[in-house]
T-cell receptor, first 117, second 114 residues
Framework: DAGVIQSPRHEVTEMGQEVTLRCKPI?????LFWYRQTMMRGLELLIY????????DSGMPEDRFSAKMPNASFSTLKIQPSEPRDSAVYFC???????????????FGPGTRLLVL | DQQVKQNSPSLSVQEGRISILNCDYT??????FLWYKKYPAEGPTFLIS???IKDKNEDGRFTVFLNKSAKHLSLHIVPSQPGDSAVYFC?????????????WGLGTSLAVNP
């Protein structure tokens, strides 16, 4: 079985440009998570979805960040306009999202390394 | 403010010896704790977990100990192998009923020397 798939693996862009990160969760998983990893702050949860509905977006740093999950097999994280301080590794993770189960193993993708110049 | 703290950024041990990675937390509402392992250029992978109703959980060479009164947990790897060299993250959950949010430490980089 394929794991969580993220694209692109690396992205270099200039300040002010729009960046779109993509994620395909594991088939059958109903919960999807977007994380950002930096040296200073470690792994931070940006947003998570359950059954394609955003449940907690309190980690989204500001209005420049937006995330969508139009269907169970695809999600995007968009940064517009991008800034140098957005440079980080962005991970997508998925879990089964079983009803009534509040914690499950999260399976991570390989991440997208973003550099904003 | 970090609710989950891994105070040692790095640790180096000899192959065959014990590796002990430590994690402290501040939120008494946390009731589930996990360790993830991360290799370079890969995402974190789940390693072992423990519920607050237990004080020890063992899986092969990996054992996690939980001391609730001290708000401290540790991961023991015995014996350590070179393939265990990775970054280890401690994470905690349980802030709210159905919230699947995990709070993560900054990680400890373990180097196991042959």
């Amino acid at each position: 079985d394929a794991g969580v798939i993220q694209s692109p693996r690396h992205e270099v862009t200039e300040m002010g440009q729009e960046v779109t990160l993509r994620c395909k969760p594991i088939s059958g998983h109903n919960s999807l998570f977007w994380y950002r990893q930096t040296m200073m702050r470690g792994l931070e949860l940006l947003i998570y979805f359950n059954n394609n509905v955003p449940i907690d977006d309190s980690g989204m740093p500001e209005d420049r960040f937006s995330a969508k999950m139009p269907n169970a097999s695809f999600s995007t994280l968009k940064i517009q306009p991008s800034e140098p301080r957005d440079s980080a590794v962005y991970f997508c993770a998925s879990s089964q999202g079983l009803a009534g189960v509040w914690w499950e193993t999260q399976y991570f993708g390989p991440g997208t390394r973003l550099l904003v110049l | 403010d970090q609710q989950v703290k891994q105070n040692s950024p790095s640790l180096s041990v000899q192959e065959g010896r014990i590796s002990i990675l430590n994690c402290d937390y501040t939120n008494s509402m946390f009731d589930y704790f996990l360790w993830y392992k991360k290799y370079p250029a890969e995402g974190p992978t789940f390693l072992i977990s423990i519920s607050s109703i237990k004080d020890k959980n063992e899986d092969g060479r990996f054992t996690v100990f939980l001391n609730k009164s001290a708000k401290h947990l540790s991961l023991h790897i015995v014996p350590s192998q070179p393939g265990d060299s990775a970054v280890y993250f401690c994470a905690a959950s349980g802030e709210a009923g159905n919230n699947r949010k995990l709070i993560w430490g900054l990680g400890t980089s373990l180097a196991v020397n042959p």
